[in-house]
């Protein structure tokens, strides 16, 4: 397999805190030659929802986890169910996708939130969910000023009315600290990512579906009317792939994938609980999922037992020394927001690696120049509700050939650099610190 970071970033480890939460299922080894209608690589939040659109239309249909359920990206985010998805500024979409385009992707939006909402509800899955909305927090003077103009946008595009809150008023909001103000948008919600996971799991195999774990793809080619994939010492033929992996891809399965995606790490650390006093004394006690306003962004929530947890984003290698500074950055990033809380252990930390493209929106639907094979990937660090939302389109496009979001099917464009890419991101980083003053 040709991935681009170390192997300690697709190594099993400790740390991750939603596997404490909730019983992580067993998954079995692939144990003999398969041949199904389709196979799909990668069980994550893309591949379950993929799986269970096929499967309920009759497909026989069987998923391929190289790891444990949840291992990778569906199993280390934040657990933000929100808008996002891509990192194309709107002027420039509108610029290279038109106008109508542009008002579907916002729809497109809307509807992923509302697909994992009723995922929830019908199935009636508990994931702890909490916060109304989403809510960014303003670093800077500008960024407020930026903020206020937004909030019109939004309300435009979207139909949803944004609540400002000047800085005069976030202590009594429970969000307090060094913000300008803050912004929060009614739609999205937290969630625990493994609760959804195991619900998610459980609809698939209620549908038929055979969920494979410690299988992984190590090759994958056309044969005859269809692919066979090496998984393990078995063969599975299939009329049709799925590949559902995202940033934890290979470049070489297949070929096509190579540099048409860019891993990027993004870090984590939990709290212990906090208690009420601790609440008070930093001024942050709102159930609100947060994200502040810079171009490399930090996002955090407390979560219903009273842990606080925060996210960033960096790092170009997965070694040791690189780790160490991450664990320190995070750690200095949140003792300066958070200074109140110092002192406070933290008792987790983990990694994980989201997707970018070079186009800087996610790409769904047929792999061009390779009949049956199709993907759904690039959520740009936003994947909870669209590579929800994207593995059920791309399912519903294979039954029914319905059509896909203009801005989701252009196939993504190669970056420079080939196996070199993440270096691409010590520039990007730089730029987006200074930016950020």
Excluded at 2 to 26: D, I
Excluded at 162 to 184: E, R
Excluded at 266 to 280: A, F, K, N, V
């Amino acid at each position: 397999m040709k991935r681009l970071y170390e192997p300690a970033a697709y190594a099993e480890h400790s740390g991750r805190f939603w596997e404490t939460t909730t019983p992580v299922q067993n998954w079995p080894v692939l144990d003999a030659d398969r041949n199904i209608d389709v196979a799909i690589i990668g069980g994550g939040f893309t591949g379950l929802n993929a799986a269970l659109g096929l499967a309920q239309s009759g497909l026989n249909t069987a998923v391929f986890e190289a790891m444990h359920p949840a291992w990778g990206a569906s199993g280390r985010n934040g657990g933000f169910c929100c808008m996002g998805g891509s990192m194309l500024p709107p002027k420039h979409m509108r610029k290279r996708f038109g106008d109508a385009a542009t008002d579907d992707w916002h729809q497109t939006q809307l509807a992923s939130i509302h697909h994992v909402q009723s995922l929830l509800t019908d199935h009636s899955i508990d994931v702890d969910a909490h916060s109304q909305g989403e809510t960014c927090v303003a670093h800077s003077a500008r960024a407020w000023r930026a903020m206020q103009s937004e909030a019109t946008e939004i309300e435009t595009h979207y139909g949803l009315s944004p609540t400002l809150i000047p800085k005069s008023d976030l202590a009594q909001t429970g969000l307090g600290g060094p913000w300008h103000g803050a912004m929060t948008t009614p739609i999205g919600f937290a969630l625990n990512p493994q609760k959804y996971h195991n619900g998610l799991a459980q609809l698939a195999q209620g549908a038929g579906v055979p969920l494979f774990g410690q299988s992984p793809v190590t090759a994958l080619y056309p044969s005859g009317s269809g692919w066979t994939l090496t998984v393990g010492n078995h063969t599975v033929t299939a009329k049709q792939v799925v590949l559902a992996t995202n940033g934890y891809s290979s470049d070489d399965l297949p070929d096509w994938i190579g540099a048409r995606y860019l891993p990027v790490q993004s870090s984590i650390i939990l709290t212990r609980p906090l208690s009420q006093d601790e609440q008070q004394a930093a001024g942050w006690w709102s159930s609100q999922m947060v994200y502040d306003s810079r171009q490399l962004l930090h996002y955090f929530r407390l979560l219903p037992d009273g842990r606080f947890m925060f996210g960033m984003r960096g790092g170009l290698r997965a070694t040791p020394a690189a780790q160490a500074k991450i664990d320190r950055k995070i750690r200095s990033d949140f003792n300066k927001m958070f200074p109140a809380w110092a002192h406070v252990d933290i008792t987790h930390e983990w990694s994980g690696l989201v997707s970018l493209m070079s186009d800087l929106v996610p790409f769904v639907g047929p792999v061009p120049d390779h009949p049956g094979l199709f993907a759904a990937m690039g959520y740009h660090g936003n994947g909870v509700a669209m590579s929800s939302y994207c593995g059920h389109l791309l399912s519903q496009h294979m039954i029914k050939n319905q059509p896909l979001p203009k801005v989701l099917r252009q196939s993504p464009k190669r970056m420079p650099l080939g196996r070199y890419r993440r270096y691409l991101l010590a520039p990007a980083y730089t730029i987006s610190e200074l930016f950020d003053l």
